[in-house]
């Protein structure tokens, strides 16, 4: 774990950030990312000179409230055409390496 | 005659009359993209069979429409140009495919390039090489819908799908001499779009002319019960009142969209674009959008965070890519995910995950998802206020014409940064079209933007029509 409000983003948190996203990184990749992420941060960073305390965040751009639709059966999609693509399967499963040793 | 050339609505009409049959407009189509489509390269995956038939019924009378390779089509490959959606054929047509159909058109073949994902200014992020723009091939075609404006443009197309998240239809269709638009936040349904940024993306229209883009709207708009964040309001011709004139009209220049470092050929162009408006007697008056320096960084961290949770689905489970790994190191699945990933994505892909991952992680997401998100709501509350005293807002839609294949790639930096006047249309949820406005001496088009309130499309059709009609550029084409 990084330290709290750490300020900038070094290969250690570029590390970690890519683990929590579940990528796998060559050494090179994360030293190139985190020299360019560090600029982009540090570009973000501007950001830092306005005084948002006050104002709201966007939630939705426009006036939209909760959504609702009524609870009845509608169509899905035949499991078969569903499970084509996958890249591997067994009758109506998707395969997954072995999750529990 | 090359009916390759002609626009939809000039189609429609020799159609219409029986002067010529479908297929002869999907011939002269696929002859073209035999011809030169190895130089464009707008299309991707042209190994596939080529064959279409077209019926000539409904009120598109068959006309192929050209679709970025984002939007599910079902049977035909759907893969966002990514290597971890290698081989990914759609169990169902999204939304606006649907309706495309229901009215009459026929999907072309073969998908449009794009930049992975969507995730790019330029077309160099596809995992199937960079399209190149028709009117020098040394140049991007701008991006992320790069593929769809160059297939229009090289009139490979008749008009085709984009979709746009901070300027990728509009950047695009400037950088190839035609027509884009991004609708209103909510007007089209996203059902069946490969998701980026689920607040600002939108599919919109790229056409050789404005009333193209109108006629297309008309089919792809509208509530649709599958998409939760389209709108049910009811829905115009917007076909209908382009002609009528734009006396009156008040348009808002925005001083922070003319400030240095806009190309001089492009605010020459914008400047003369402004004299054939106040001619058709529109006026215009100087305002401020205070934030609008703050909008590209709001961008890339909204868009990021939101595209590092989308594009989590793509784990090597359900579709797409999965490498197991030789050897394991954690548990069996957590390698499996992290090997395809790290594999299935490209760079800039990994480069938005990670930026995004970062913004939303426990100890940053308030000093940067949440802050992003609070400028948000002053770039939107600068359009409000204009909007309050004017019809539109007229700008640049890029700084600067086409640049160099290569040129910006290394740097990702100065790649955002070319998305500067069009990323506040997309965090403010409104409507903006370009439209071309002329040419650099080097022969690159140029492109001018209009901006407007949230479903007022209608105006920004008006005054483009206008616009067109008192001009020449839509009818310029590249030498091929």
Redesign the interface.
């Known amino acids: 774990m990084?330290?709290?409000?750490?300020k900038t983003?070094d290969i250690k948190?570029?590390r970690y950030?890519?683990?929590?996203?579940?990528?796998?990184?060559?050494p090179k990749?994360l030293e190139i990312?985190s020299d360019?992420?560090k600029?982009?941060?540090e570009?973000?960073d501007?950001?830092?000179k306005?005084a948002?305390e006050d104002?709201?965040?966007?939630?939705?751009?426009?006036p939209?409230k909760n959504?609702y639709?009524e609870d009845i059966l509608s169509g899905s999609?035949p499991q078969d055409?569903?499970l084509?693509?996958?890249?591997?399967k067994k009758d109506n499963f998707?395969v997954?390496?072995?999750?529990i040793? | 005659m090359e009916l390759n050339r002609l626009s939809a609505r000039e189609l429609l009409k020799l159609l219409d009359e029986g002067s010529i049959k479908i297929d002869d407009v999907v011939l002269a189509l696929k002859e073209r993209i035999n011809r030169i489509d190895h130089r464009i390269n707008a299309y991707v995956r042209k190994e596939k069979d080529l064959s279409l038939s077209a019926h000539q019924s409904g009120l598109l009378q068959g006309l192929p429409i050209a679709v970025k390779d984002n939007i599910c089509t079902e049977g035909l490959n759907t893969e966002c140009c990514s290597r971890i959606l290698e081989?990914?054929?759609p169990?169902?047509d999204a939304t606006v495919i649907k309706k495309l159909k229901e009215n009459g058109a026929s999907i072309f073949p073969l998908k449009t390039n794009m930049d992975e994902f969507a995730f790019g200014s330029s077309c160099e992020n596809s995992c199937f090489g960079p399209s190149h723009n028709p009117w020098n091939q040394e140049y991007v075609c701008g991006g992320s819908s790069g593929g769809s404006a160059a297939a229009v443009a090289a009139d490979e197309a008749i008009f085709a799908l984009g979709t746009d998240t901070g300027g990728s239809i509009r950047q695009p269709a400037s950088f190839c001499g035609v027509v884009g638009l991004k609708p209103t936040?909510?007007r089209v349904s996203r059902f069946g779009l490969i998701a980026f940024a689920s607040?600002l993306d939108v599919i919109g229209p790229i056409t050789k002319d404005v009333y193209d883009c109108a006629l297309l709207l008309n089919i792809i708009c509208g509530y649709d019960?599958y998409d939760?964040?389209s709108?049910n309001i009811e829905v115009t011709d917007f076909t209908k009142g382009l002609s009528q004139d734009i006396k009156g009209l008040k348009i808002a220049l925005p001083k922070e969209y003319f400030i240095e470092g806009v190309d001089k050929e492009v605010k020459e162009a914008i400047r003369d674009a402004i004299e054939v408006f106040k001619k058709l007697g529109a006026s215009f008056q100087e305002v401020s959008l205070p934030?609008t320096?703050?909008a590209?960084?709001?961008y890339?961290?909204v868009a990021t965070a939101e595209a590092?949770s989308n594009l989590?689905r793509f784990?090597?489970?359900?579709?797409?890519?999965?490498i197991?790994p030789k050897e394991q190191k954690e548990?069996?699945?957590?390698?499996?995910?992290?090997?395809t990933?790290?594999?299935g994505?490209g760079?800039e892909a990994?480069?938005r995950?990670?930026?995004g991952?970062?913004a939303l992680?426990h100890?940053?997401y308030e000093?940067?998802y949440?802050?992003?998100?609070?400028?948000?709501?002053?770039i939107?509350e600068d359009f409000d206020n204009v909007f309050k005293e004017f019809d539109c807002i007229l700008t640049p839609t890029s700084p600067t014409p086409a640049f160099k294949i290569g040129e910006k790639i290394k740097d990702?930096?100065k790649m955002?940064l070319s998305d500067i006047f069009t990323i506040s249309a997309n965090?403010?949820?409104i409507p903006a079209i370009s439209i071309p406005c002329g040419f650099t001496k080097k022969g690159l088009p140029i492109g001018l933007q209009l901006l407007a309130k949230?479903f007022r499309e209608d105006i920004l059709l008006r005054v483009a029509y206008n616009y067109e009609q008192n001009t020449v550029w839509h009818k310029m084409k590249p030498k091929l």
């Open positions: 990084p330290k709290k409000r750490e983003i948190t570029v950030i890519a683990h929590l996203a579940r990528i796998e990184l060559e990749e990312l360019q992420l600029k982009i941060i570009f973000i501007q950001l830092k306005l948002v104002v709201p965040p966007t939630s939705h751009i426009l939209l959504v639709r999609l055409k569903v084509k693509c996958a890249p591997q998707f997954v390496p072995k999750i040793e | 081989g990914f054929i169990p169902y936040y909510g607040s019960p939760s964040t709108v934030h320096e703050y590209v960084a709001v890339y961290i590092s989590a784990d090597g489970v359900q579709y797409g890519l999965r197991r548990s069996a699945l957590l390698d499996m995910y992290k090997k990933r790290g594999k994505f760079q990994k480069r995950i990670i930026l991952t970062f992680a100890g940053y000093a940067y949440l802050r992003a998100q609070k400028v948000r709501t002053l939107k990702p930096l955002y965090l403010a949820g949230p």
